[in-house]
């Protein structure tokens, strides 16, 4: 059986001399493996779609095991990710975090325009990488069925004004006073809790696009990371080095 689908290459691991095994994401069946005979040879049909981050249209063919590239006609190369260390650590951690939610259905076609979109922000570099991280981590995970309850205080219903604290274990907002109550601090200034929920309540393109100052920026992106790690079932390995490359 044959299918053809554009799907973005996630991950690549080299099989002998000039073979491949790739993770494509795709929007109608989520992530597939598929063995690309032969694609690191220069004179390979192969050799330009497979790459890792390229978004091809895919020709496959269902195999005993796993899915055999027989075309890929690259759609888009995310140039910018390979200027630095950061713009390609990011965009692995990413892969990984879609990786470990494997949306599938309507998930699958959201979550991939969601990592697409991101990664063409990464490659074009004219936002901070830090915010792209954080629209990532909530939108990919609120997405795939962890949509943080943000309308208002858990404790009061209160709506705004002042610090509030957003509980990462629950998706629960606190006021300032609710919080207190329990002992806990807020972590969030009014700027990020605005932000929070424009990340996570508008539509696709929309959700990058808003500015933070410095260090609302740094609440968002704690909070972001922190409730994304609770929604996963295990931890990252490509954070680590982003962590050293993007502190
Ligand atoms: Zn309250």
Redesign the pocket.
């Given at each position: 059986m044959q299918i053809v689908t554009p799907g973005l290459v996630l991950r690549e691991v080299k099989v002998g001399e000039s073979d491949r095994i790739l993770t494509i994401f795709t929007p109608g069946q989520g992530m597939i493996t598929a063995s690309a005979k032969g694609s690191l040879r220069l004179k390979s049909r192969l050799f330009s779609g497979c790459g890792l981050f390229c978004y091809s249209e895919f020709t496959l063919f269902a195999g005993r095991t796993m899915y055999q590239v027989d075309d890929a006609q690259v759609k888009r190369v995310f140039h910018g990710l390979s200027a630095g260390i950061e713009p390609m650590a990011l965009a692995m951690y990413l892969a990984e975090i879609a990786q470990s939610l494997s949306p599938t259905g309507r998930e699958a076609e959201t979550g991939l325009r969601l990592l697409l979109n991101s990664l063409y922000l990464i490659s074009e570099g004219q936002k901070d990488l830090r915010q792209i991280k954080a629209v990532y981590e909530l939108r990919a995970v609120s997405e795939a069925g962890y949509l943080p309850q943000l309308l208002c205080?858990a404790?009061?219903n209160?709506y705004d004004g002042g610090d509030f604290y957003f509980d990462t274990d629950s998706g629960a907002l606190?006021?300032a006073?609710?919080a207190q109550k329990q002992d806990k601090r807020p972590n969030l200034d009014p700027a990020a809790l605005v932000a929070l929920r424009h990340i996570c309540l508008v539509d696709d393109r929309k959700a990058f696009s808003f500015t933070l100052a410095p260090a609302s920026l740094q609440r968002l992106c704690a909070v972001a990371e922190q409730y994304m790690m609770r929604c996963l079932d295990k931890p990252l390995k490509s954070m680590e080095f982003l962590k050293q490359v993007l502190p």
């Open positions: 205080c404790g009061c209160r606190l006021c006073d609710c």
